[in-house]
């Protein structure tokens, strides 16, 4: 058989077989190495950060403050308390007519 340029003419040669498990071996010991690694700095950074942030505020403070925001939508939307909470009285009626009133609820600047 003729040796073509790109035959290597020791395939089959124990020593080549032995070099190839050899980098093979390395390869996979650094893939394993990188996956533990990250799987390492992964499981340590969520664990960390779930230690170092406390949520801010609760499912039940969350809907209470929501329902407080609606409570005062209603009541102004209602005519009966204006913009600092207090109840409408007849000054308040002379500056905003429940016509702008109604619009300011809806951020239509009507003022």
Same mark, same amino acid.
């Given at each position: 058989?003729?040796? @073509?340029?790109?035959?290597?003419?020791?395939?089959?040669?124990?020593?080549?077989? &032995?070099?190839?498990?050899? &980098? @093979?071996?390395?390869?996979?010991?650094?893939?394993?190495?990188?996956?533990?690694?990250?799987?390492?700095?992964?499981?340590?950074?969520? @664990?960390? #950060?779930?230690?170092?942030?406390?949520?801010?505020?609760?499912?039940?403070?969350?809907?209470?403050?929501?329902?407080?925001?609606?409570?005062?939508?209603?009541?102004?939307?209602?005519?009966?308390? +204006?913009?600092?909470?207090?109840?409408? +009285?007849? #000054?308040?009626? #002379?500056?905003?007519?429940?016509?702008?009133?109604?619009?300011?609820?809806? $951020? $239509?600047?009507?003022?």
């Amino acid at each position: 058989m003729e040796d @073509l340029p790109w035959r290597h003419k020791s395939i089959g040669d124990k020593n080549n077989y &032995h070099t190839l498990m050899n &980098h @093979l071996s390395n390869i996979l010991r650094r893939s394993l190495s990188f996956c533990l690694l990250f799987l390492y700095t992964a499981v340590a950074g969520t @664990l960390f #950060a779930q230690n170092l942030v406390s949520p801010q505020k609760t499912g039940e403070e969350i809907f209470t403050a929501r329902t407080k925001q609606f409570s005062e939508f209603t009541d102004r939307f209602n005519y009966k308390n +204006d913009f600092n909470g207090n109840p409408v +009285d007849q #000054a308040f009626m #002379a500056k905003m007519p429940r016509d702008k009133m109604v619009q300011v609820c809806f $951020h $239509h600047r009507g003022y």
